[in-house]
């Protein structure tokens, strides 16, 4: 039996090959939990093992490998852990090298079957884990979604781009999943090698995204979500209209949220100083053009957008 675990790539890309090294061990627990005295059990590749068994029942195995998988999910909130699992019998008319190939290929069926489904859990498993830490802001993406859905409105956007710029609010910074704890627990002015260590998060989440069939379609979007007008933002040091529409949308909304949650203003003059914010960050950071329309969106929906912030307060 070729066991193989899938999208081990897809976990030291987002969270560090430490992290994917815990995942195989517990994927040898649970093979060697399941194997009987008299089986073998050998590692062939970074994320691939053997089982040789003389007495199993291969087709019971694979279901009892299957089981434990699940139960060590259900038991550990983790990442989520998932094996591709192929067999075939050993026959007299059929070289070792032959039935080996059989069952890869078998594998190889089952890995077609699960990559998708693998990679959306991780994903979804992944977002679960930051929204419990205070990185993510993630209890508060209604009010970012809000702050889209009015921006959109008098942008005439398209429902296409919409439903874009709503993934991304609730992804944009899956990628702060591979940055080390120490750095996002610091408090005051990071050093310039943390700095650099933090911006990695767009390249991060890129990275996640663009092996999901859900999220790929915004995987450029999470890349170049830090680009600034003038030239100066990362990671790319795009400018002007080089920076995709959807990022030079989402990057006001996104950082005018930011504000809110940092100051929680609940004046009219505080909201007025977070507008001076933004306009200050015209020609600069932001879109000329489309930060002139922002603000007459923020302007025009104070009033609802400051009974928002009020609610957020008292929560």
Known sequence: MICDIDSLKLINDSMGHSTGDELIKSAVRILFSCISKGDSLFRIGGDEFVIISMKQDMAMLKEKIKEAVKTHNKLHSGIYLSMSLGWQ????????????????NNMYKEKLYNTPRVRENIITNILSILATEDHFNHNNVPLLTYLLKIFAAKLNLSTSVINRLNKLALVYNIGIIGISKSILNQKGLLSEKDQMELRRHCEIGFRILNMSMRYSEIADSVLKHHENWDGTGYPLGLRGYDIPSDCRIFRLAKDFHLMILQKLPNTVEDYENLLTNIKNGSGKIYDPSLTKIFIEVLETNKKEIITYICNISQK
């Open 89 to 104: 019998e050993f026959t007299e008319k059929n070289s070792v090298q032959e039935i080996f190939n059989f069952a890869d």
